[in-house]
């Protein structure tokens, strides 16, 4: 089982490698972005071997652009591989996004049309990230902030059926779909029913603001605030509905002190052991 063992987890800062290389409670881990680490020396990767010592480590992508037009990017593949060689993950992960265009990145990642000539696309890509990278992939679920026309499958039949016919699982982030609900009117509860238990191999959870225009008719995926209770609540129904599955804090922007973010972690632990371990 995909990430069988974990318990709850934090997004890690470089801020927080001392504490976190200290702190030995149990089923605690750790989740970086690769593209942070993609170097050859220096205090980064350092202090994240420190903490790779103590606790498991999750890496989580956010460049190899899945969905886009773009070929993959081999020497992109090639040092998340040697990343993976390195500090031996137990999760690894990336987006059902694009991010490259022609040769060029942007700072964000862009919703696919989920077509099906982008499902047999995007399942190809997938198949060969897993081969390049010698893992499974677990794919994440994106924030919408607009609806686009054309969409052949929902969110999750697209998601259901790359797991098909890649065998790779998912990353459902709780944050993502609230943001979703709010900004193009999605149903969160049918949307969790329709995933399959058995895929969902990781949760994220995280905070999101309002558009500084639009108000509460807009909401960002910021993740620089504390987990709201709109995303607690969905986190208390996804754990009834899948049983245990490892949760992620995330925390990117206006970051607290470790001992701040490791309060919110104890709550996520606490809905975790109280969680009911789903029987076949």
């Known amino acids: 089982m995909i990430g069988a063992g974990l318990g709850a987890g934090l997004g890690l800062k470089l801020a927080h490698f001392d504490e976190a290389s200290r702190d030995r409670r149990n089923g605690l881990w750790f989740e970086v972005?690769?593209?942070?680490?993609?170097?050859d020396g220096g205090p980064r990767l350092a202090g994240l071997e420190r903490v790779r010592e103590c606790h498991p480590l999750s890496l989580h992508g956010v460049g190899l652009s899945l969905g886009g037009p773009d070929p993959l990017d081999k020497g992109h593949l090639a040092r998340f591989r040697a990343l993976i060689d390195r500090f031996e993950p137990c999760?690894?992960?990336?987006?059902?996004?694009?991010?490259?265009?022609?040769?060029?990145?942007?700072?964000?990642?862009?919703?696919?049309?989920?077509?099906?000539?982008?499902?047999?696309?995007?399942?190809?890509?997938?198949?060969?990230?897993?081969?390049?990278?010698?893992?499974?992939?677990?794919?994440?679920?994106?924030?919408?902030?607009?609806?686009?026309?054309?969409?052949?499958?929902?969110?999750?039949?697209?998601?259901?059926?790359?797991?098909?016919?890649?065998?790779?699982?998912?990353?459902?982030?709780?944050?993502?779909?609230?943001?979703?609900?709010?900004?193009?009117?999605?149903?969160?509860?049918?949307?969790?029913?329709?995933?399959?238990?058995?895929?969902?191999?990781?949760?994220?959870?995280?905070?999101?603001?309002?558009?500084?225009?639009?108000?509460?008719?807009?909401?960002?995926?910021?993740?620089?605030?504390?987990?709201?209770?709109?995303?607690?609540?969905?986190?208390?129904?996804?754990?009834?509905?899948?049983?245990p599955k490892p949760v992620l804090i995330e925390r990117d922007g206006d970051v607290p002190a470790y001992a701040a973010l490791i309060a919110e972690r104890e709550r996520a632990q606490a809905g975790l052991d109280s969680a009911k371990v789903l029987t076949a």
């Open 33 to 39: 972005h690769p593209e942070n680490y993609m170097v």
């Open 91 to 243: 999760l690894v992960s990336e987006h059902l996004a694009w991010s490259r265009f022609g040769g060029a990145s942007v700072p964000d990642l862009l919703p696919v049309l989920r077509s099906r000539e982008a499902l047999a696309r995007i399942a190809g890509r997938i198949d060969a990230a897993q081969t390049a990278l010698g893992r499974t992939l677990l794919i994440e679920n994106p924030a919408h902030y607009l609806n686009l026309r054309g969409h052949e499958y929902d969110e999750a039949d697209f998601l259901r059926e790359l797991v098909r016919r890649t065998g790779c699982g998912l990353l459902v982030d709780l944050n993502n779909i609230v943001v979703s609900v709010r900004n193009i009117g999605t149903d969160a509860y049918a949307y969790l029913r329709a995933i399959p238990p058995e895929a969902v191999g990781e949760i994220h959870i995280a905070g999101h603001s309002e558009d500084p225009v639009m108000g509460a008719n807009l909401l960002i995926d910021s993740h620089d605030r504390p987990v709201g209770d709109a995303v607690w609540s969905l986190l208390t129904a996804a754990l009834n509905l899948w049983g």
